[in-house]
């Protein structure tokens, strides 16, 4: 079975490519648009795949604790945190219910019975959904984004005029750009010594999500 190192590393390998098409020679006939939109669209079962490895491993450590009694507040606190980013809103809101040291005698064992059929949660699933059902938060985390990598700028610019290949040209190589220097700033890690956390895996779902939109859109 792949481990979470190799799942992170193809996430992190089709971000890389998507900033280097002059590097994908390989792929003659096809324009940098479609490769660099497919390239976001290939993160998808390495992304989901890569959740679920890191909500086995937090449920089990979960399970373990549990085992020995009570959590204290700052574990319950902790849990939380980390299943934020990993379950989708209305199975967090469930399991942190559960999820505190007051939450009464019966709670642990429905924790383990919530904890066991939750399933991850990933930037696809989201984006899938009509936009008024979509969370508000990821929103506006996608937007913060899209203007962090000039996104709406280069949407802006799109939008005066005819779409020509020249300028089409121009905006991609920026947003190649803006998109490697983010990715430097922030530090998401590029090999499998370093981890892509529960923390860094929203702005890095964000990223995504904002370039695919945007590509989408003007395809």
Same mark, same amino acid.
């Given at each position: 079975? !792949?481990?979470?190192?190799?799942?992170?590393?193809?996430?992190? &390998?089709?971000?890389?490519?998507? =900033?280097?098409?002059?590097?994908?020679?390989?792929?003659?006939?096809?324009? $940098?648009?479609?490769?660099?939109?497919? %390239?976001?669209?290939? #993160?998808? $079962?390495?992304?989901?795949?890569? %959740?679920?490895?890191?909500?086995?491993?937090?449920?089990?450590?979960?399970?373990?604790?549990?085992?020995?009694? /009570?959590?204290?507040?700052?574990?319950? &606190?902790?849990?939380? +945190?980390?299943?934020?980013?990993?379950?989708?809103?209305? +199975?967090?809101?469930?399991?942190? #219910?559960?999820?505190? /040291?007051? &939450?009464? /005698?019966?709670?642990?064992?429905?924790?383990?019975?919530?904890? #066991?059929?939750? %399933? $991850?949660?990933?930037?696809?699933?989201?984006?899938?959904? /009509?936009?008024?059902?979509?969370?508000?938060?990821?929103?506006?985390?996608?937007?913060?984004? @899209?203007?962090?990598?000039?996104? +709406?700028?280069?949407?802006?610019?799109?939008?005066?005029?005819?779409?020509?290949?020249?300028? %089409?040209?121009?905006?991609?190589?920026? #947003?190649?750009?803006?998109?490697?220097?983010? =990715?430097?700033?922030?530090?998401? !890690?590029? @090999?499998? @010594? +370093?981890?892509?956390? !529960?923390?860094?895996? $929203?702005?890095?779902?964000?990223?995504?999500?904002?370039?695919?939109?945007?590509?989408?859109?003007?395809?």
């Amino acid at each position: 079975m !792949p481990t979470e190192e190799s799942h992170q590393l193809v996430v992190l &390998a089709r971000l890389s490519e998507f =900033c280097q098409w002059r590097g994908a020679s390989a792929h003659a006939g096809e324009d $940098p648009w479609s490769f660099m939109r497919r %390239k976001l669209l290939e #993160i998808e $079962p390495a992304l989901a795949a890569f %959740k679920g490895q890191l909500l086995d491993g937090l449920r089990e450590r979960l399970f373990s604790e549990l085992s020995q009694g /009570p959590l204290s507040a700052e574990r319950c &606190a902790d849990y939380r +945190d980390l299943l934020d980013r990993l379950l989708s809103r209305g +199975d967090f809101a469930d399991v942190a #219910i559960h999820l505190a /040291p007051d &939450a009464g /005698p019966s709670s642990g064992a429905m924790l383990r019975q919530l904890m #066991i059929s939750a %399933k $991850p949660h990933h930037l696809f699933v989201e984006e899938r959904l /009509p936009l008024a059902q979509r969370s508000a938060s990821w929103n506006r985390l996608v937007e913060e984004l @899209s203007r962090r990598v000039g996104l +709406d700028l280069f949407a802006r610019m799109l939008g005066r005029g005819k779409i020509t290949a020249r300028r %089409k040209a121009y905006v991609l190589r920026r #947003i190649r750009r803006n998109v490697a220097e983010y =990715c430097t700033v922030v530090r998401i !890690p590029t @090999s499998a @010594s +370093d981890t892509l956390t !529960p923390f860094m895996l $929203p702005r890095v779902e964000a990223l995504v999500a904002a370039n695919l939109r945007f590509l989408t859109k003007y395809r």
